[in-house]
């Protein structure tokens, strides 16, 4: 697509012989990407209250900016002026933008949808704005991210037959759209398959997406508000529909349990605002699942978060420590939970290739996934 293929490339290393599960690595401009992997969500250009420095220690492979607010603030033209998003942020390994589809979705009282694309209002100033297809390309490529995302139009939870027919039909159309205004090789663009939670029109799109022979592949229009069996009954109905030797990503998903369950369907990248959310919320993970560093258990514990973890917060602090800065509402408490998230879905990301690769994630999966709930 576009000479995508000079700079993009993608192998299929292992398929685990029990479930299906895949390895593989994507190579991109900055860098290879080695899947299944997480991918850290910086909104604003950094990953909340996590410095490069600790991205660099966590692993992370490739991080995620987005357009819509990216933007709003502080202006794609600007950014385009520092050389880019990689220049802007002084981040040297991959970066991948979403369109901003998802966040004007998310604006239901402030927007208005129509062929062109979305009008919508700033909710912090109130100013009136538009994004269409050729518009969401003109960001991105100024944002200068290695993977962008098609402009979609995602459906609700619920919503009824027609409307969700009428989004993928105008997501179809403006994945036409994002491709005659695509003009750099050097970004790979990823269509996007719609259709909400109706089977004959997620196989529609499918083989709508299918027909572009894009560098990957994204499933969206899941995790948003319906019952976790219903999310995972249409990851495994739609991945095996996407081509199997290209990557494939589940927008907006990010728990350990919730990666297990979409490697185990195929799935080979996600990303997720949420471990980071948690972390400023008192929320850290661990090897065997959530805890809460508020809890009063923890006063006096001089035990790091996880002691398996080899992130700077657990090399460093103990959880009486921590549980001390979150208390006092200390920001430095939420960045060191904050860098111990990251660093866990990363490395957890990694230790489950390393399984598939040896044919192991059965075992792996059902040795871990009911402690991480």
Known sequence: MLGEKEYFSYELEHVDAKTGARAGILHTPHGDIKTPIFMPVGTNSTVKLVTNHHLYESGAQIILGNSYHLHLRAGSELIKQFGGIHGWMNWDKPVLTDSGGFQVFSLAHLRKISEDGVEFRDPKDGKKHFISPEVSMEIQQNIGADIIMAFDQCSPYPCDYDFAKAAMERTHRWLERCIKAKTNPRQALFPICQGAFFEDLRRESAAFVSEFDATGYAIGGLSVGEPKDMMNHFVEFTAPLLPENKPRYLMGVGTPEDLLDGIKRGVDMFDCVLPTRNARHGSFFTWDGKKQIKNAQYQTDSSPLDTNCHCYTCQNHSKAYLRHLYKCSEGTGQSLLSI????????????????????RFDEFYNEHYNKMI
């Open 340 to 359: 111990h998230n990251i660093t866990f879905l990363v490395q957890f990301s990694q230790l489950v290739r390393q399984a598939i690769l040896e044919d």
